[in-house]
């Protein structure tokens, strides 16, 4: 869709990440979390610097897990958890990016600029005791659709329309069973193709294009949900992956 719109407003050189996020991640690469979410507390908040230090000044909600312990403690992390590290320099939190997305962990992301960039933006600082326990719940956003509802659509054991919004490429692995498939990106052409009395549970390979179509449809008067999950489709059969 955005690159749609970005042709029509005539850019010519426009190319399309299919894979996503989750592609990026998957080969490597770090990605930077916003102030916003730490602020707002929506994200398991680590610092991997020692503890003495930590004591000295740390970021408000952060958990202390010094580098040399984390990857015992990362058991402990919830794998549906938004993990933000910072530490001492981006040689540290680069080492505990790799220990984290070793053991599984896909949704991890590093403060830019660590301490320092915290305080640049403004963030303040706490001292005295630190925390050292794992603790995280998922705040659902507004519009969304828990993994478990989600699957009871799937199985049909509550009413509404599966939506999947992922591009042609993506859905030749396979589509949940029942799902009806627009690319986000001829969402607004279609979209009345798509029923206005039932609940409309929108799906795509990991969270946001889903999200960005319900708000799209939603504007339109539509009824919807979106998950905010992986999903994941091989041979013809697509499972949640919280």
Request: hydrophobic share 45%; net charge positive; aromatic share 6%.
């Amino acid at each position: 869709m955005v690159a749609g719109l970005a042709r029509k407003s005539g850019y010519r050189k426009v190319r399309v990440m299919v894979a996503g996020e989750p592609g990026w991640v998957r080969a490597g690469h770090a990605t930077y979390a916003g102030h916003d979410i730490i602020r707002d507390h929506e994200a398991l908040l680590i610092d991997l610097r020692d503890r003495a230090v930590d004591r000295a000044g740390r970021i408000p909600g952060s958990v202390s897990v010094p580098l040399a312990f984390l990857e015992a403690a990362a058991a402990e992390i919830p794998a549906r958890a938004p993990v933000v590290l910072y530490g001492a320099d981006d040689g540290q939190t680069l080492q505990g990016l790799k220990i984290l997305r070793r053991k599984g962990l896909g949704k991890v992301s590093l403060l830019e600029g660590n301490l320092a960039g915290w305080l640049r933006a403004g963030g303040t600082l706490v001292r005295g005791p630190v925390l050292t326990t794992i603790a995280w719940r998922k705040k659902p956003a507004a519009g969304e659709v828990s993994p478990a509802d989600f699957r009871n659509v799937v199985a049909g054991r509550s009413d509404g329309l599966l939506l999947d919004v992922r591009t042609d490429e993506e859905t030749a692995a396979g589509l949940l069973p029942g799902a009806r498939h627009i690319p986000l990106e001829y969402l607004v052409a279609r979209m009345d193709e798509l029923p206005r009395n039932t609940t409309i549970f929108i799906y795509c390979a990991n969270g946001p294009r889903a999200e960005m179509a319900s708000r799209l449809l939603a504007g339109h008067g539509f009824t919807c949900r979106y998950l905010d999950a992986s999903i994941r489709c091989a041979g013809g059969r697509c499972e949640v992956k919280e």
